[in-house]
């Protein structure tokens, strides 16, 4: 690879090791604005400092691990002053006098002057080069490092000791064991096993569960391949790192961590991390009214590219090591391009576009999005990826995004339809209306959208609505007989209310049974098949309808949080989309065929209606919950509240 390679990819993801403050600049910064300044549009360095002194204190968010959550600050404070204390010792007088200034300076929460570690260089990390060896060695050397060190200065604690204080602190006050990843020796190149693309065409898989027999799964070690995965980006909302420390090796893989902040605390309970896992990289989003709902993760590997887009959250419950839920995973491997040749803009995908057009939208930075196209995005010309992110979007971006964003999807890949059957699962449930039911089911066509506001939802003929809309979601007799009982329902959300209201569509709700026989499901998959008959057909010589079916796999769960609501724009007198959350997914084409094509013996009556039948899914997928499933009838779903 050239230098000029090295160096575009070394700006990928700028590692925060080292380096726990910022500047006062940095302070008075959005993120985002923090985001833009960066080299190379690279992710903001997560700083303690950023935390202010007037934060509320509400509830953390149950996706920040419980063992940063309950860190004893005050304790670390002592921790830091011992090392200062211990430091002033070795240096001798001059550096007591010099620094005796220092011995009160403010806290963490309220410090307001520059700190000792933000004039450290940031280390700029390769996403394809092994990790350097020298922590120390790479700061040194960095564009930003002092030229000359007066010895007489204490140094300030490294990223290690300060990771060593926090692991002891773990260790001590919660009985939590952390084991020193980087302490161990790196990886050698010659012991690396390296992989080779198993995925070229893309995969739907379901996640593996304890106790179940194993048929056409996977687990979280299968999707990262770590013997020799180089970096990698991920994305979650319900994050247990000490686990997934387990299955990454952190001497040998860069990581960026793409999480949410609910308020100030949390972003400084995330800013520990680095401290205490070697490697790694945060982008902490603002998140004060939604959630950082995206699961992805995007591993780098000699030979190829693997993109993971997932149901699942980074837990070992939502990866089946309890035996108790499910998931399922998309995935797919690009090749890796020969060394000097990249992916042009003309050439990608709109798949590869709208990908890294979403990681810009997280803050990812421009270095790191530009080292996906050093890969063969080619075969990912038949997919379509989706996502929505928190806010308000019009124009072109808004038309990316939320409901105009899968109706885009879908007429690009030429499955449009003007009748349509549509099957959702999905793990929680909003405040459900017919109006947005039948925003879903047009964006789901491919047609076009009309803001429709909830006064309009009695015009619609629920018996129509019906026909085509089935809704899966858990009875509580379901949850209730699963493996893990009520308590495995923690993470299956629809409150009584919203279900109690008259406007909620109960005669579309069907039990959500997984057909591995006691597992619950935290699925978010859609089913579709549709047609499309021959006066609709851009060919006027047509003479038969056209028949389709594709399925979604992602984050999105079936509420307008997720999906967005819509509305006309005061300015622009455009389609406006307000989304909650952020949210990705893949639309995976499974047929396209004429009315005479044979689609499957079990498929007389879907044929009769002009639909294809299920089927035709087995070509790509297995559907891993009972469809059609049981209507509701009499039967309760699952509350979250009781």
């Known amino acids: 690879m050239s230098s000029s390679d090295d160096e575009d990819l070394q700006r990928a993801i700028a590692m925060s090791l080292g380096q726990l403050d910022c500047t006062p600049e940095d302070k ?13 549009g690279a992710p903001p360095i997560i700083s303690s400092a950023e935390v202010t002194a007037n934060s509320p204190n509400p509830p953390s968010n149950r996706s920040i691990n419980e063992g940063l959550r309950r860190l004893d600050r005050r304790q670390l404070e002592a921790e830091r002053l011992a090392r200062q204390k211990a430091r002033k010792h070795q240096a001798g007088p001059s550096a007591s006098a010099s620094s005796a200034q220092n011995d009160e300076r403010p ?28 922590k120390a060695t790479a700061l040194s050397a960095g ?29 001590d006050s919660l009985g939590i064991s952390i084991s020193n990843h980087s302490a161990s020796a790196s990886t050698t190149p010659s012991s690396v096993r390296i992989t080779e693309p198993q995925y070229l065409d893309g995969a739907i898989k379901r996640t593996w569960a304890f106790g179940c027999p194993r048929d056409n799964d996977i687990k979280i070690e299968e999707v990262l391949q770590n013997h020799d995965l180089k970096s990698l980006i991920l994305s979650t909302f319900d994050f ?5 420390g387990t299955k990454v090796k952190l001497d040998m893989t860069r ?13 400084y309970e995330w800013s520990l991390a680095p401290a205490v896992y070697s490697n790694v990289e945060l982008c ?33 419950h939502d990866w089946g090591e309890s035996g108790k839920m499910e998931n399922t995973v998309f995935i797919i491997d690009l090749p890796r391009l020969p060394e000097g040749k990249k992916t042009s803009e003309d050439e990608a995908t709109a798949f590869c576009q709208n990908l890294r057009f979403y990681l810009k939208s997280l803050n990812v930075g421009l270095s790191a999005r530009d080292a996906l196209l050093r890969f063969d995005w080619s075969r990912t010309r038949n997919l379509g990826f989706v996502c929505s992110l928190q806010g308000a979007s019009i124009g072109d971006d808004g038309q990316r995004i939320g409901l105009p964003g899968l109706s885009q999807a879908i007429k690009e890949l030429n499955l449009k339809s003007n009748r349509l059957a549509l099957d959702y699962a999905t793990s929680s449930l909003g405040a459900l209306s017919r109006g947005f039911m039948k925003q879903f089911l047009t964006a789901a066509k491919g047609e076009e959208l009309e803001a429709t506001k909830e006064k ?25 007989a699963s493996k893990g009982g009520e308590e495995a329902g923690g993470t299956i959300f629809l409150r009584k209310r919203w279900y109690d209201a008259p406007s909620f569509p109960k005669a579309s709700m069907h039990d959500h049974k997984s057909t591995r026989n006691g597992i619950l499901s935290h699925n978010k998959l859609i089913i579709c098949r549709g047609q499309i008959g021959p006066e609709d057909e851009d060919n006027a010589g047509a003479t038969e309808g056209k028949k389709v079916a594709w399925a979604y796999v992602g984050s999105h769960n ?63 997928m297995e559907i891993p919950f009972e469809i059609p499933g049981e209507r509701y009838g009499n039967k309760k779903p699952w509350f979250t509240d009781g």
């Open 28 to 40: 008075a910064m959005p993120p985002a604005a923090i985001a833009s300044r960066n080299r190379g």
């Open 107 to 134: 806290s963490k929460r309220t410090r307001t002057g520059p700190s000792v570690a933000s004039s450290q260089a940031r280390e700029v990390v390769d996403l394809t080069s092994p990790p350097r060896p020298s």
């Open 143 to 171: 564009p930003h490092a002092p030229r000359e060190k007066d010895s007489s200065i204490p140094t300030p604690p490294t990223s290690q000791s300060q990771g060593q204080a926090i692991r002891q602190i773990l260790q």
């Open 240 to 244: 247990d790192h000490e686990w997934f």
């Open 255 to 267: 990581q960026l961590w793409i999480v949410g902040a609910a308020n100030d605390d949390q972003r």
């Open 284 to 316: 902490v989003l603002d998140m004060k009214n939604g959630h950082n709902h995206g699961k992805f993760l995007i591993g780098s590997h000699p030979k190829y590219l693997r993109v993971a887009i997932t149901t699942a959250n980074l837990k070992g």
């Open 456 to 480: 309009y939802d009695a015009d619609i003929k629920l018996g129509d609505l019906l026909k085509q809309f089935r809704v899966y979601f858990p009875t509580v007799d379901t949850v209730r």
């Open 558 to 620: 079936f509420t307008q949080a997720a999906w967005g609501t819509l509305s006309r724009d005061k300015n622009t007198k455009t389609l406006k989309v307000n989304c909650r959350n952020n949210e990705c997914g893949v639309i995976i084409p499974i047929f396209r065929g004429g009315a005479s094509e044979q689609v499957g013996q079990e498929d007389k009556n879907a044929e009769e209606d002009g639909l294809p039948g299920y089927e035709v899914f087995a070509r790509k």
